[in-house]
């Protein structure tokens, strides 16, 4: 159910009225801004991981042993983060598409992949940071991001929303529309994690219009569990009789 907000002859802005994702639709992807999209990686996260990440790890440290867990670092920039986990004695890989950033991880001795299909197995933590307002389809990607955590897995989700973005500026702001894909609002956020069944252990929306999330990736339910046989049918109604009464 998506409507659009722009369209122009190289992209189209489009909201979905259903889960509140704004996200972009490249026309021309022979457009020089698309091919040059990834360059405005090149002067991001300079410094050193911050304390936050070290919060974020103990974080993770409380809700589930570490030991020979394996550790996904998605958007892992210049490695940092990544480095401090490896420091940590744990299996950890990181997927960067910028190629500087990527070489950066490399002379840091990282393990570290610029394809997505590289990211074989299946992980017990995801970490990731900054990463989805520069991802083409959010859904889809989010969808294949989940495939690879375990049941019982860890996604630490740190990212920025955009409830109270102003739309009209960053629009026909040509540069910013180029290298920006997806905007995750709250409801958009919530709605992903529901539909591909996370359980929330740790969540804050902060004023400067980030987030962190901590949520445990759980299986879904069968069609078959929804079901009422005969034997427990009459006890199920007169539940609902006894709390109507009630």
Known sequence: DHKILKLNPNYSWNYCETCKLIFIKVINKKHKMFKNKLKMFNSFEKSKFSKEFIFIFNKAKNLTNLNNKKWLDFGCGPGNELNYVKSQKIQCIGYEPNKKLLEKCRKKDLKVTNQIQNLKGNYDIIFTRNTFKY??????IFSK??????????LIWRDKYFDYMPLKVSMNDIKESMVTSTFLRKDSINNYLKILNYEINFCRFYLDNSFLIIATKKLKKKQSDFKLNSSNLHLYENKLIFRVVF
């Open 145 to 154: 991001l989940s495939k690879l955590l375990k049941k019982n897995g860890l």
């Open 135 to 140: 991802v083409d389809n959010f859904p889809k």
